[in-house]
């Protein structure tokens, strides 16, 4: 009974998980609710506006620049698109609540000791121990004597510290009205010359002769102008529902005025709601049932909770997936040109290749390890990406130059491909270490990955299989079909990178310190395959290898990137 | 894999021959092998990434971390490129390819199952060779391309009646100047302002949109403008400068009815032609001195050999100034000969030496105290605060007509030779009118003037007492100059416009009466003829006073003695100064004397940026060399340039041209440039158009708008007599190859609205910089990666399918000898290595 009870139980429990994750919840009594609450900005989230070489959804764009101001954290539990305009009517509001971000811990440490200095206080010592640990400070903090002092000191050290003070700089120059007003290019030219810049609010609703939006007809200005100032005056009145027309009216009028020029609904709403569920990235969790699944099924041989195990998995996948497709769709393009992207669409490879593997290998004992390795790798990635949103941000911008090329998509996902292969092999690897830490015979995998599942035995049973099978064998085998792809995938994607340099910057290669680390992560395993030869304890030496390869990956991706930048910075 | 050879007989060979097989063995020894790959891989992870660890455990902020690059370290002093072709680098690629090739051979059957090893290490060894031959030969350097120079050509009448012809070229390029001739016979050229997308308003190609130049020609007294147009010349036109305020430039066309208004002046746009290429200072270090004989115009090169890249060297500090912050600067001294190098070097048998290196810093102007012997010189530095701006330092030079005042004339150092000259700066600019037919006389403070403010008024002049009407006479000042500099000394002058029954006029009214005239014609700008008075029924005179400074400092007569004279108030408030004590003058303002030196001396060095501000990305562009010439006392720090121009008029836009004057012991001067090597391109190269491709909404000053850059260029052979090819275009990831070098987009010229101090806005896009390189053996090199490539599929992924065919065949033969044997056969599992 229990245990079929329990077999019905993850459809239930995971339904509910994707319930939580991305429905919102109704709630009944509105008019308990704060204004924040109470205001329903939908359409206008859904309208364009022209940032950065690009047509964003106003709310992909409010996200953007309130990560800007306050980085992974949301203000108040608001929306972005709230804040923005919140923060654009009520700037005195905003003066003295901790809305900036400090992406940097130990400048926060620097900072709030010179606060602590100058005002010792018990009410201080708390309000910078909740700065220190989320990172958010009051421009009213900011501007004081003794931080602008320790600013100016940070500022001096080019090396380190000025980009934090960069950071606040941007915060403070964004988080100011005119700022945030000057932004808002919603206005869409009467003459549909693509290659000419929109018109922001303020040349309709400061100089109505204004010449540069001649080219929008005069009712449309007006009418524009009306529901904006409809839409500010239902705002400092607190009047949500008048907020909430004037919103409606306001993007039928942007709509209006160049319906042919002005990007497709569909695509915004998609952008909205992407943007809005935090970019999928919340799919994490269903990762982590399925590792947990999966890990419960191929450490106890719970055959139930490997079945379930996969098929979470699989459904973690297709969400992934979704994701993927989804910022595909909005972005116009492969996504694979920042590190979000980098990231997720790696994991995403991962977990395609570990289904691959699992058919490959679904009658070996080497099954469920794989999609083991993947849900991991995909847990860790999308994790990443859903709480270090200032390091892999999320944002959907246009890529320089030098990225628009055919080899982009050829050379970054091949590497990508193989750096999350390594991964995955450094996690069979890692298990394969506890294994052995908890007493498991040196036994490896003889005739190494891939060849353990091609060379079945004439009966048709691979090599490493069933019951006979030992675990330290079956967790080596699964390392080495990883590692051998892996090194296959990362010396061919060196080589594309090298094809594209070639025609890009002039030389193939040019040792920058990303492309050294990628050539060490294949020395690495240049060395596994040597060592495995040489060593009697191949399945050790296997599993260390395969760590220490991850470790350089990681450090390439993490330490080069953020440390010792080069050439290949912007990814 | 276990050893396939047989173990040797020692006593079975000679010496020599033992240790022959003694190499053999070690080469041939898995790991040996292996120990030479991780030296590989700890190579090159100190050489790339150096020292790094973080202090904190916030890994994911730069600020965590520690890093050191070591091989920056003096003594290695190594580029990227140059660690990786070091001797250790080199001799460790060598082993790891001699011990492929003998353990290969020794120890790997060639076998269909080891076809995919062969393979590995085949293509291995090709890459290994293709890298010696790619990196053996690689060149590679970066050329900017200007878009058009502007050529002028016109003839000058000599006295004795013959004609000679003039041509000079300059670059089109905002505020690019060039000047010719003497005397009244002198042009002056500027490029007033370039539009690379002027739209054409006329002609067949209406609407299209076309490289403007506009050019202020200067000559014989008169000003006018001419735009040229890139590929119309036929629509170049001038542009007329009148004193019409509602419309003050005119079309030549439309006043003169023709659309040149000086024929005889002939200016066109030509391609300029790029002849060199500058390697790259971060590859190998590529440093050279550029050295010619004043007066001459062709460059010589000289290689410098064995200076730094990323340490400075100083051999004393008196050499060079640092913030006093910044921690006290090491020595090193440097003595770098640099001999001629070039057969036609100009200079043969003069070594300059190299004695100091400076990674990092900017020419400061400092102020010292040149000792009791120097000559009388007041500088005051003074710093004015407020409560509504940040404070502001000057510095003023008292016996500098310019650098005297500060903050448009507000704040003025004057020196006094006796006490008498004090009184002067307590008082206002005045201006005494008289009118002796009404026998009027009236003197009146300046207190504003209409270059300040255009709305100033006029002062009418009344009637003497008994009948004050109003006389009809007006003036109002327009300007007011204190020191202008004439021959001999300096002159004051108030320029007032003067309104009279009979008209209008205006009147230089100098401080000297015998000097001040009337200005009738409003376009005669001179005022250097000689005096002369249009209407003598009004006289007027010009008591200079503080010259309308508000805040006057003056030394002496005594020296040292310096008092501040105050004009805020509604009467002057004189202090004595303390340096370093602030004065309240009122109004919030306060003013301080940081520092006064009554016998000031001048002194210009480096000063050196501290490590920590030295932002990474600027690379060599601020790097310093002292250099002396072997045998005399002369030395210089010399700036670093890009690129090397024959003259200014062909210097682009963030790339001055400022060649320093070095004199030799035999008192010859010679000029010298510090840059890179450079390397003929063997055909000239220019920039047809320079196009810059945005996203939607347009290039908006955001680099993230920038869709693409793109060069159309055009080549042709060396010797300007060739004509230029076809245009062919580069733009990124998309190269073109031209006699055995490719060009790449590598920079371009963008636009400057808001220019710094002293420059001209610019719309950008007048030249372009292109990536230069050759690439041989890369073909080699892309063999060797695929024939690797192949190998590894087959090792890991064909092998087994051979290797279970085999078994097959095998269990298959073991099954039919069982079967006639009538034996029971079994197949066992069995795997290999």
Not at chain 1, 15 to 41: G, I, M, N, Q, W
Not at chain 1, 259 to 265: A, C, F, I, V
Not at chain 1, 337 to 350: C, D, L, P, Q
Not at chain 2, 638 to 648: G, H, L, M, Q
Request: aromatic share 10%.
């Amino acid at each position: 009974m229990m245990r079929r009870a329990w077999s019905r139980g993850p459809w239930k429990s995971l339904a509910f998980v994707l319930f939580a994750l991305f429905a919102r919840v109704a709630v009944a009594d509105e008019s308990a609710l704060p204004f924040a609450k109470r205001v329903d900005l939908t359409p206008l989230a859904t309208i364009a506006v022209q940032a950065d070489g690009r047509l964003k959804c106003l709310s992909s764009f409010a996200s953007e620049m309130m990560r800007v101001v306050s980085g992974p954290r949301a203000i108040a539990d608001q929306d972005p698109l709230f804040t923005y305009l919140d923060m654009l009517f009520h700037p005195k509001a905003y003066r003295e609540a901790d809305v900036i971000f400090v992406k940097s811990a130990p400048s926060r440490v620097r900072l709030a000791d010179a606060l602590r200095r100058a005002d010792p206080s018990a009410e201080m010592a708390l309000r910078m121990e909740s700065f220190e640990a989320s990172g958010l400070i009051s421009e009213e903090f900011l501007s004081q004597e003794a931080v602008l002092a320790v600013l100016e000191e940070m500022q001096v050290d080019l090396v380190r510290s000025a980009k934090v003070v960069d950071a606040i700089e941007s915060a403070l120059r964004v988080k100011d009205p005119r700022f945030l007003l000057s932004r808002l290019r919603i206005i869409p030219r009467g003459d549909g010359a693509m290659q000419r810049p929109w018109h922001g609010i303020t040349t309709v609703i400061i100089a109505e002769e204004q010449a540069s939006a001649l080219d929008v007809p005069v009712q449309a200005r007006e009418a524009v102008a009306a529901a904006w100032k409809q839409l500010v005056n239902g705002w400092l009145e607190g009047d949500a529902t008048m907020v909430s027309s004037a919103a409606t009216a306001l993007a039928a009028e942007l709509r209006s005025i160049d319906p042919n020029g002005y990007p497709d609904l569909r695509r915004l709403q998609w952008e909205h709601w992407y943007f809005a569920n935090d970019h999928m990235t919340k799919t994490w969790i269903v990762y982590l049932a399925a590792s947990i699944l999966l890990l419960l099924g191929v450490v106890w041989k719970w055959p139930r909770a490997r079945t379930a195990g996969t098929i979470v998995f699989a459904l973690a996948l297709a969400l992934h997936t979704i994701a993927v497709l989804l910022r595909w769709y909005i972005a116009g393009r492969w996504p694979n040109s920042n590190m979000f992207e980098a990231v997720t669409t790696a994991a995403w490879f991962g977990c395609v290749a570990a289904l691959v593997l699992e058919y490959v290998s679904r009658r070996s004992a080497m099954r469920s390890f794989f999609a083991l390795g993947a849900a991991v790798s995909a847990m860790v990635a999308l994790m990443a990406a859903h709480f270090l949103t200032v390091q892999l941000n999320p944002d959907i911008n246009n890529m320089t130059p030098v990225l628009h090329d055919v080899w982009l998509y050829i050379h970054t996902n091949v590497i990508i491909f193989s750096y999350v292969l390594i991964f995955m092999a450094s996690v069979s690897g890692a298990l394969y270490l506890v294994h052995r830490a908890l007493g498991g015979a040196a036994s490896y995998a003889r005739v190494g990955g891939a060849g353990s599942l091609i060379l079945a035995s004439p009966k048709g049973t691979p090599l490493e299989a069933g019951a006979r099978a030992a675990t330290g064998e079956v967790l080596d085998g699964v390392t080495m079909v990883l590692m051998e792809l892996s090194f296959v995938l990362l010396w061919t994607g060196i080589i594309m990178g090298a094809i594209w340099a070639d025609h890009s910057w002039g030389r193939p290669w040019g040792w920058d310190p990303k492309e050294v680390f990628a050539l060490n992560t294949f020395l690495v395993f240049a060395v596994l395959v040597h060592v495995r030869l040489r060593v009697k304890d191949k399945g050790l030496w296997t599993a260390v290898l395969s760590v220490v390869g991850a470790l350089v990956m990681l450090f390439n991706w993490i330490v080069i990137n953020f440390v010792i930048t080069g050439l290949h910075s912007y990814a | 894999m276990r050893s396939t050879t047989q173990p040797i007989a020692k006593s079975a060979h000679s010496k020599p021959r033992r240790v022959v097989v003694a190499v053999l063995d070690l080469l041939s020894n898995l790991k040996f092998g292996i120990w030479l790959l991780v030296a590989l891989f700890v190579y090159s992870s100190i050489g790339s990434a150096g020292i790094v660890y973080p202090e904190h455990w916030a890994i994911f902020s730069a600020d965590s971390w520690v890093h050191d690059q070591v091989r920056q370290w003096r003594g290695l002093e190594m580029t990227e490129f140059e660690w990786f072709h070091w001797w250790p680098f080199t001799t460790m690629l060598l082993l790891i390819a001699l011990s492929i090739v003998v353990t290969t051979l020794r120890r790997i059957p060639f076998t269909p199952v080891h076809y995919g090893v062969w393979m590995i290490h085949g293509g291995i060894l090709l890459l290994i060779a293709g890298s010696f031959v790619y990196f053996g030969q690689k060149v590679e350097g970066d050329t900017p391309v200007a878009r058009r120079k502007v050529v002028a050509e016109f003839a000058v009448p000599q006295t004795d009646g013959s004609v000679t012809n003039q041509r000079v070229e300059f670059v089109a390029s905002p505020g690019q100047r060039a000047e010719i001739g003497e005397g009244s016979s002198r042009v002056n050229f500027e490029v007033r302002s370039v539009d690379p997308q002027w739209e054409l308003l006329t002609g067949a190609d209406k609407g299209k949109r076309a490289y403007s130049v506009t050019v202020l020609v200067e000559r014989a007294g008169k000003r006018y403008l001419r735009q040229l147009l890139a590929g119309y010349p036929a629509l170049t036109e001038d542009l007329l400068i009148t004193d019409d305020q509602a419309q003050p430039i005119k079309r030549a066309v439309e006043e003169l009815g023709k659309p040149i208004s000086d024929e005889s002046m002939v200016l066109s746009l030509e391609y300029t032609a790029q002849r060199w290429f500058y390697l790259r200072n971060d590859l190998a270090k590529s440093w050279a001195l550029y050295v010619r004989l004043k007066g001459t115009t062709k460059w010589t090169q000289r290689p410098i050999d064995g200076l730094p890249l990323y340490n400075d060297c100083v051999a004393q500090r008196d050499d060079v100034f640092q913030l006093e912050s910044d921690e006290s600067l090491p020595l090193h001294p440097l003595d770098v000969r640099v001999g001629a190098f070039a057969a036609d070097d100009p200079l043969r048998g003069v070594d300059l030496r190299v004695s100091g290196y400076l990674r990092f810093a900017v020419a400061q102007t400092r102020v010292t105290d040149g000792g009791a012997n120097a000559a009388l010189n007041p500088i005051a530095s003074v710093t004015v605060s407020s409560t509504q701006t940040k404070p502001e330092t000057y510095r003023l030079v008292a016996h500098d007509a310019v650098a005297s005042k500060a903050d448009g004339g507000v704040l003025r150092l004057v020196d006094l030779d006796h006490e008498a000259a004090f009184e002067r700066f307590t008082r206002q600019p005045s201006i005494v009118v008289r009118i002796p037919s009404q026998n009027i006389e009236v003197r009146e403070e300046i207190r504003d003037v209409a270059a300040a403010n255009p709305n100033a008024p006029f002062v009418e002049i009344m009637g003497a007492p008994p009948n004050a009407s109003a006389t009809g006479y007006a003036y109002r000042v327009v300007n007011v100059q204190d020191s202008i500099p004439i021959a001999g000394g300096t002159v004051a002058v108030a320029i007032l416009e003067v309104k009279t029954p009979q008209g209008f006029f205006r009147r230089w009214v100098f401080e000297n009466p015998t000097l001040t005239r009337d200005v009738v014609t409003p376009d005669a700008r001179d005022a250097h003829g000689a005096p002369k008075l249009e209407d003598d029924s009004i006289d007027i005179r010009f008591e200079p006073g503080n010259g309308l400074a508000l805040v006057v400092l003056a030394h002496g007569p005594e020296l040292g003695r310096l008092r501040l004279i105050s004009a805020v108030g509604a009467t002057p408030a004189i202090h004595e100064v303390a340096i370093n004590t602030a004065i309240p003058i009122g109004a919030g303002v306060s003013v301080k004397v940081a520092e006064f030196f009554p016998r000031g001396r001048f002194e210009t060095k480096p000063l050196v940026v501290p490590r920590l501000q030295r932002s990474r990305d600027a690379m060599e562009t601020f790097a310093q060399i002292r250099v002396e010439a072997a045998g005399a006392g002369d030395a210089q720090w010399i700036p670093f340039t890009r690129w090397v121009f024959d003259s200014a008029q062909e210097a682009l836009r963030r790339a001055p041209f400022e060649p320093h004057t070095l004199r030799l012991s035999d008192g010859r001067e010679v000029e010298v440039l510090f840059s890179r090597q450079r390397l003929p391109l063997g055909s000239d190269v220019a920039l047809d158009e320079f196009v810059l491709t945005s996203h939607v909404g347009g290039y908006t000053g955001e680099d993230s708008t920038i869709r693409d850059y793109r060069s159309r260029l055009r080549f042709r052979g060396d010797g300007t007599e060739a004509a230029w090819s076809e245009p062919v275009d580069v733009s990124v990831n998309s190269p073109v190859e031209h006699e055995g070098l490719w060009y790449f987009q590598a920079q371009w010229d963008p636009p400057e609205t808001r220019p710094r101090e002293g420059e001209v806005a610019s719309a950008g896009l007048n030249y372009t910089v292109l990536g230069v390189g050759n690439r041989e053996g890369v073909h080699l090199q892309l063999l060797g990666c695929c024939v690797a490539v192949t190998g590894m599929l087959y090792a890991f992924y064909l092998k087994p399918i051979v290797k279970r065919r085999r078994q097959a065949g095998v269990l298959a033969e073991l099954a039919a000898a069982a079967k006639r044997a009538g034996l029971e056969g079994r197949a066992d599992e069995g795997g290999a290595t």
